[in-house]
Nanobody
């Protein structure tokens, strides 16, 4: 059984930093994509950042480019999202997701497709002004 578990959320002031962690267990695919998504109240879910095992390309949405960094520790089955210079508009529930679908993996160069198969429960990030 695949499990995706996020941690590291919380409350931070504007300009502060947080690092989210995503541990993916039971996921035995050699080729995969891991994505971070977020959903703020009343807004659609947004693909924030994603990476794939097929190459070193990482995608960032325009709203976080230059402030967020996605990284992977494959030995620990963990993907991180380092979030710097946080803004109140970054407040949302953040979700980690894993995909083994080939086109989703390829698409991760250009964006985080919605069709990830395995999702975490989400974790709250709140940025106070």
């Amino acid at each position: 059984e695949v499990q995706v578990v996020e941690s590291g959320g919380g409350l931070v002031q504007t300009g502060g930093s947080l690092t989210l962690s995503c541990v993916v267990s039971g996921f035995t695919y050699d080729y995969y994509a891991i994505g971070w998504f977020r959903q703020a109240p009343g807004k659609e879910r947004e693909g924030v950042s994603c990476l794939s095992s097929s190459d070193d390309t990482k995608y960032y949405s325009d709203s976080v480019k230059g402030r967020f960094t996605i990284s992977e520790d494959s030995a620990k089955y963990t993907v991180y999202l380092q979030m710097n210079s946080l803004k109140p508009e970054d407040t949302a529930v953040y979700y980690c997701a894993a995909a083994s679908v080939p086109w989703v993996i390829v698409e991760s160069k250009h964006g985080c497709a919605d069709e990830y198969e395995f999702w975490g429960q989400g974790i709250q990030v709140t940025v106070s002004s």
